[in-house]
């Protein structure tokens, strides 16, 4: 089998054939998917029957496994999968979708807003890899938005106005967006901000994108109503929908991202039905500006 890609989105986007994720790849196959990464910026593979070791075996060719805590509420006691498993399923442990009010399910709703993964970490993710198991009958699509088409079409004038600016990320400014105010002191120390430049360079292709993500909630050195509106017009620009692909699940799909160089989020969908999606995430390997150490 020979590893083809085909463009499905007028800015980006590839589709893979010819290659099953499941066995051990050559150092070509690895070489040839990381090529179209840095292309395409969005990677889809259908018919990819995998186990969560083997998601886990293909994602190591691309970095290591980030480490998922400090990323969520979830209790380790009510986790349903195994460490280096991210769920991003409606299933409680129990294997049922969660209950309406479950704290879980709500503080999980933040992925329907649009983010890049871990922009709250001081090392940022760089691949994340979502396979489908279950999919949801109703809604539940994934829609990206090319961070480097976002960039590229802003004028000169905006470009020089922000390419130096650095943004502070929280989860709990992505689920303050939602009405969700209330964490421990436990939570509030995990989810302290984090620094991140708003303007990104691909540390392969040079390719400059815009860095937002709904965890970003305020500009270092703005005040917070001028940063929360430039992050707001921002993102207004960054998913027009020339920008945006909508990724219509099935069964076995699996979808790698760069989230150094996009956007994504969920759509609604029927949260009575399960919708069981497993990630695993690529570590970064670097910071994208340096932090500030707490006081
Ligand atoms: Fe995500």
Redesign the pocket.
């Known amino acids: 089998m020979t590893i083809a890609i085909r463009q499905i989105h007028p800015v980006f986007v590839g589709e893979v054939s010819g290659i099953d994720v499941s066995r051990p790849l050559s150092r070509e196959e690895v070489a040839a998917l990381e090529a179209g990464m840095n292309r395409y910026a969005v990677l889809v593979f259908h018919d990819q029957r995998l186990t969560d070791e083997q998601q886990m075996a293909f994602s190591r060719n691309f970095g290591t496994l980030e480490d998922a805590r400090g990323g969520n509420i979830t209790k380790p006691e009510d986790r349903r999968l195994q460490v280096g498993m991210n769920d991003?399923s409606n299933l409680g442990r129990d294997g049922a979708p969660m209950a309406r009010d479950s704290r879980q399910r709500l503080f999980n709703l933040g992925?329907m807003l649009w983010?890049s993964?871990s922009s709250f970490r001081p090392v940022p993710a760089k691949y994340?890899l979502l396979s489908a198991r279950i999919v949801n009958p109703v809604g539940g699509n994934t829609e990206f938005a090319d961070m480097r088409a976002a960039w590229d079409a802003l004028d000169a004038g905006t470009q020089a106005e922000i390419e130096d600016l650095v943004c502070e990320h929280s989860l709990m400014y992505s689920r303050g967006l939602l009405g969700m105010l209330e964490y421990s002191e436990e939570e509030r120390a995990m989810f302290r901000p984090v620094r991140q430049r708003l303007v990104r360079t691909h540390p392969v292709t040079g390719r400059k994108s815009l860095y937002l993500s709904s965890h970003a909630g305020s500009v270092v050195g703005m005040p917070m109503p001028e940063a929360r509106i430039l992050l707001r017009d921002l993102t207004e620009h960054a998913t027009q929908p020339r920008f945006v692909y909508g990724h219509r699940w099935r069964p076995w799909d699996l979808v790698m991202w760069d989230n150094r160089q996009m956007m994504?989020r969920v759509r609604r969908y029927d949260e009575g039905q399960p919708r069981d999606m497993r990630r695993t995430t690529v570590a970064g390997d670097a910071a994208t500006v340096a932090q500030v150490s707490a006081a």
Do not use: A, K
């Open positions: 991003v992925n983010h993964d994340s994504h």
